[in-house]
């Protein structure tokens, strides 16, 4: 049998302790506020940060992580039934561009929780201003290329609102920076949860 070690996981920048769950590969040191991605067993620095409550709600307050993708979108061609892409970049031009913010929970959930609250924050925008806060944040179970892949999963829900008149889209998404934000929950009586920024329940 061969030898093994437990090794506490500790903040690069404080040295504080990191609370690190199953199959993280993210973690937040609530000590200094530093973040940090787990590759290959070392500690690579990402940015983390919080959006405040907006809407006061009953019950324990979490916080779950989301990425947050700073994209710059071209499109080549469009024909589909859709409005979203006209509505951001403005005009109804077939070539077309513009930045685009995406919030991808990073957390699990169901495929259609996943969809919904994605094309919600990510239509709204609302955490302009985004925070550091002192407070835990786990529950990693997606990387950055799922976060690539949901993204361009929501573009193409989003403009092509129904499925079967989808006729042509061509696009090109660069990814100008990829963060995370932990977006403030309700834990309700019955174990759903409220989200405290735009009041979705899941």
Known sequence: MSDFI???VKCKKCASGLLVEVNDNI????????????????????????AAAALRGEGEMIYKPFWLLKT????????????????IFGG???NTSGDIIFYIPAFYCPIETMKNLATQFTIKHPVASPQKYNTKLTGFAYGKEDA????????I??????????KSFNYDMKFESMEIL?????????GRFKDAVLGIEM
């Open 6 to 8: 437990l090794e506490a």
């Open 27 to 50: 973690v937040y040191c609530s000590s200094c506020g530093s973040g940090f991605e787990i590759i290959n067993g070392e500690l690579i620095p990402i940015e983390i940060n919080f």
């Open 72 to 87: 710059k979108i071209s499109i080549a061609e469009r024909k589909a039934s859709g409005n979203f892409l006209k509505n």
């Open 92 to 94: 109804g031009n077939d």
């Open 148 to 155: 690539k892949k949901l993204a361009e999963f929501i573009l």
């Open 157 to 166: 829900s989003l403009e092509a609102e129904k499925s079967d008149t989808m």
């Open 182 to 190: 932990g977006i403030p929950f309700y834990k309700l009586p019955d």
